[in-house]
């Protein structure tokens, strides 16, 4: 409950940054912001390692949180745990608890497979399945689950188009996921975890691997799918964090050092080890 | 906060679109019913050989009785009389694969040092190919060849050729028949080669280049390279390659069968008709009359077994040593 | 400047000698090869693939029923050897760690190198005994004994090339692991695990010597589980060591048959091993 009223405390800092949309929707931010998931005292460790010690966070709903910081510092762990991708790893085992709508994932008897469905994940490199093709990658979630929706060519399209790729692929929708481009196969892979309709979309640096034409379409995209869905992304790019998100959290050797409003955050850090990253003196 | 209890939870985590709600909690039972099948079909592959030896000590429970370790050493195979003797076999199995060694083991050599060190890069694939397919072609194939071209040619021209030459050796004596110990080695030698050769191949590419670099580089010939860089290091591989060959020429049935004249007698001529294991077995497992005859024949099957058992392991710790040496060397 | 001489004479007899040895190597394969073409081409005709056998001393006739057996005993085979053969792969790729794992691999590998003929005494002892009489399911359990470590291993092998990325991408879809086994992995690994099966079913359909006391012979059609049937490598055997010119004949026209099955379905399984190359 700790991290709630911190958020809460961050939060409600409006006027300082001009009369911009900007600070409108840091206003709007401040006015609702309904925790979506939430962790508490979480730890995570690779064999004896710790690589995640004691993290409280608060992930407002409809906002688009980044974690930052520099690499090693335990970010990518830390979304992995927020829809328990972190255990696939062998070796890899995790405390506390992660609360999704005031329900811990990590309960006994919570399935992760369900979890997964409502918490998608976009990973670094785009990785569609190869052996199907664009419109069977996008219905892939569905398909695998079971599901035969009954207009499969409107979930395609409504997915595609989402991600903002539909008016690229709609023609060669029977080729294969593969043969696109590296931007195009990422927006592939937003598409296809959109299809599921989840609540909360988990980017773990989606766009490291592509050029700064297929980020910045990647980064228009954010921006339009917050107003349906949770967004979580991990970034080391602090401009991209900066462009994106609403709230900002950064992580050094697996600890939260500081969390609160992007703005506030970028301009008036209010730890050393903070301003230091984000001034460019270390990472 | 006040939690809910695990099933409350679950239902509360079940998405809110009801397309996939019936999913409920079978996620979790497909994924520890398909682990089990999956876990069970892999015990069945370690169950199979457990099986094959436990089965087959069962099957020669009669006979280990009966005969005991005498069974190994009596020359006598009657089945009329029921008196049962592996010597004539035993002896027939260990001569016509270790004539099969020595006559593939130089060309096999020969063949992969070709394939690994010489063919220019247009003729290796084409040359590959042929070696897989030799290897490819079933052995009752080999067989009727042997039956109606190989021991015929024996006993018109080699056999009389060699007589000529080396009779006055106990080997070359005797009639030629062409059917014989002779014919069994060479078709074992032809069968075998492609494994030999395609192993060795194997080994000899994994060797660094840096290696033969550093010889070429001192002013070794093509040949001395391959014998001062690439033969010290793949000599474990090609002797694991020659003892997995073995483990064929031990094991081969048909091709044996049908060429070896199959007579449980030990001779010293090479143009005598003999028997192997494997060899007695297929001629005569179908047709055993009685108990102690087919416990006999499986008894035989059970050394077949523990033997090619033993040079399979051998051969693989020896193979693998080599490729695990291997990455270590390229990374030095 | 002699020892410079003697060096360059021993390095050409040398690689001589190596070419020779390729030479040497080859001629068995094209005089077998050829063999099969010519003699079995001569014993080629239509009854022959449509007859049943003729008794001795008949003209005529075919091995309608052992192709036809062929066909069948290889069908069993993969029935049951290919999803046990698959999943144990799957076990040892997915779930495969430990001593488990490794026992299992090894005695797989082990089990490749053990003599056909033996998996027949096992086969017979175990279904043959049991039943009290020769039938085409004890042949084809046979055939899938022997299959199996290869259809498992290649399996293991292909699957472990499937990239993690692809695993993840199916779980974080919120698919439970064994669909994403089944459906992602498997299905990506499958036009290799193909050509694994293929080549396995190739060597299977050219086996001999587990069959003469599985599966038997039969000198009819059957399409009986639980009755003896003939094969093609079976009547091969049993028409080359008889006297009968005819019977030779008809050897040399099914060796040619199994020789062209077998050496098909190798070629194919290596053009869809290209294929694949290429299109990546």
Redesign the interface.
């Known amino acids: 409950?700790m991290a709630v009223e911190a958020s809460r405390e961050a939060a409600p800092t409006p006027g300082s940054a001009g009369d911009t949309a900007r600070s409108a929707e840091a206003r709007a931010a401040a006015t609702a912001p309904a925790v979506k998931m939430q962790t508490e005292a979480l730890r995570a460790w690779f064999g004896a390692h710790e690589v995640l010690k004691a993290v409280s966070l608060s992930i407002p709903e409809r906002r688009v949180t980044a974690v930052i910081g520099p690499s090693g510092c335990g970010k990518s762990t830390f979304i992995r745990c927020l829809?328990r991708?972190h255990e696939?790893v062998?070796g890899a085992r995790s405390a506390g608890a992660v609360l999704?709508?005031?329900?811990?994932?990590f309960?006994?008897?919570?399935?992760p497979?369900?979890?997964?469905?409502?918490v998608?994940?976009v990973?670094q490199?785009a990785?569609?399945?190869?052996?199907?093709s664009i419109a069977d990658n996008v219905l892939?979630?569905l398909?695998?689950?079971?599901?035969r929706?009954r207009h499969p060519e409107e979930v395609v399209e409504r997915a595609l188009a989402q991600a903002a790729l539909w008016d690229e692929v709609k023609d060669i929708l029977s080729r294969s996921g593969a043969s696109l481009s590296g931007g195009q196969q990422q927006r592939l892979?937003i598409a296809?975890?959109l299809a599921?309709?989840p609540e909360v979309v988990l980017m773990d640096e989606p766009c490291s691997a592509l050029d700064p034409i297929a980020t910045a379409r990647i980064e228009e995209l954010i921006h339009e799918l917050k107003d349906r869905y949770t967004i979580v992304i991990v970034t080391h790019n602090m401009q991209q964090a900066a462009r994106v998100s609403d709230f900002t959290a950064f992580f050094y050797i697996g600890e939260l050092v500081e969390h609160g409003e992007t703005d506030a955050l970028f301009t008036r850090p209010q730890k050393a080890r903070t301003e230091d990253y984000i001034t460019g003196r270390f990472g | 906060?006040q939690?809910?209890n695990?099933?409350d939870?679950?239902r509360?985590?079940?998405?809110s679109?009801s397309?996939?709600a019936w999913?409920g909690?079978e996620?979790?039972l497909g994924d520890r019913l398909f682990h089990g099948a999956a876990a069970l079909c892999a015990f069945g592959v370690v169950a199979a050989l457990a099986g094959m030896g436990v089965e087959m000590i069962r099957a020669s429970l009669s006979s280990i009785e009966r005969f005991g370790l005498g069974f190994v050493t009596e020359v006598t195979w009657d089945p009329v009389r029921e008196l049962f003797g592996a010597a004539p076999f035993i002896f027939g199995t260990i001569v016509s694969s270790l004539l099969a060694l020595a006559i593939a083991v130089p060309v096999a050599v020969g063949v992969a040092i070709f394939l690994a060190e010489l063919a220019p890069a247009w003729l290796r694939t084409p040359a590959s190919f042929v070696v897989e397919l030799l290897a490819a072609i079933p052995s009752v194939v080999y067989g009727l060849w042997g039956v109606f071209v190989l021991a015929p040619w024996l006993r018109d021209t080699v056999q009389p050729a060699l007589a000529a030459a080396l009779g006055f050796l106990p080997f070359f004596g005797g009639p030629a028949r062409g059917f014989g110990m002779l014919a069994g080695g060479l078709i074992l030698a032809i069968m075998i080669l492609p494994t030999i050769a395609s192993v060795s191949r194997d080994v000899m590419v994994a060797v660094p280049t840096s290696y033969r670099e550093a010889a070429l580089a001192l002013g070794a010939t093509r040949f001395e390279t391959v014998q001062v860089a690439v033969l010290p290091h793949a000599k474990a591989g090609i002797v694991g390659a020659v003892i997995l060959g073995l483990g064929r020429a031990l094991g081969e049935t048909m091709a044996v069968t049908m060429v070896i004249g199959n007579r449980a007698e030990i001779s010293a001529s090479l143009f005598a008709p003999a028997a192997t294991l494997a060899s007695v077995i297929a001629n005569e497992y179908a047709e055993a009359t009685s108990d102690l005859y087919l416990a006999a024949l499986s008894e035989l099957g059970l050394m077949l077994f523990a033997v090619t058992l033993i040079l399979n392991i051998g051969a693989r710790l020896l193979v693998g040593k080599v490729g695990r040496a291997a990455p270590g060397v390229r990374g030095g | 400047m002699d020892a410079y001489r003697r060096r360059k004479v021993i390095d050409v007899g040398a690689r001589a000698a190596c070419v020779a040895a390729t030479l040497l190597a080859v001629v068995p394969l094209v005089s077998v090869l050829a063999y099969v073409v010519v003699r079995g081409a001569a014993g080629l005709s239509w009854s022959f693939f449509t007859a049943l056998p003729q008794p001795v001393g008949e003209a005529g006739g075919g091995v309608a029923n052992a192709i036809l057996g062929s066909l069948q005993l290889v069908g069993i085979a993969c029935v049951l050897g290919v999803p046990v053969g698959v999943l144990a792969g799957i076990y040892l790729a997915e779930y495969g760690?430990g001593r488990f794992a490794t026992a299992v691999r090894y005695a797989a590998d082990v089990m490749s190198g053990i003599p056909s003929i033996a998996v027949g005494i096992f086969v017979y002892t175990l279904l043959v005994l049991s039943m009290r009489h020769f039938s085409a399911l004890a042949g084809g359990v046979a055939l899938a004994v022997l299959m199996l470590p290869t259809v498992t291993r290649t399996t293991e092998e292909l699957l472990k090339l499937v990239?993690d990325?692809?695993?993840?991408?199916?779980?974080?879809?919120?698919?439970?692991r064994w669909?994403?086994v089944l459906?992602?992995v498997l299905?990506?690994g499958?036009p290799g695990i193909a050509t694994g099966i293929m080549l396995a079913v190739a060597r299977a359909a050219g086996e001999t010597a587990p069959l003469l006391f599985t599966a038997f012979n039969n000198r009819f059609w059957s399409a009986s589980l639980v009755e003896p049937i003939a094969s093609l490598p079976v009547q091969i055997f049993t028409y080359a060591v008889s006297p009968y010119e005819e019977w030779h004949r008809q050897a040399w026209a099914a060796a040619l048959v199994l020789v062209v099955l077998v050496l098909l379905m190798n070629a194919g399984a290596r053009v869809l091993t290209r294929a694949r190359g290429r299109s990546r």
Not at chain 2, 12 to 15: G, I, K, N
């Open positions: 409950m829809n991708m696939v062998p999704l709508d005031g329900v811990d994932i309960e006994r008897g919570v399935d497979v369900l979890v997964r469905r409502r998608g994940m990973f490199r990785n569609p399945f190869p052996a199907m892939a979630g398909r695998l689950n079971g599901v929706p892979c296809r975890t599921l309709e | 906060m939690r809910p695990a099933l939870l679950r509360a985590l079940t998405p679109a397309f996939w999913t909690t996620a979790n | 760690r990239p990325s692809l695993r993840e991408a199916g779980l974080a879809l919120g698919v439970p669909r994403v459906k992602v299905r990506t499958a």
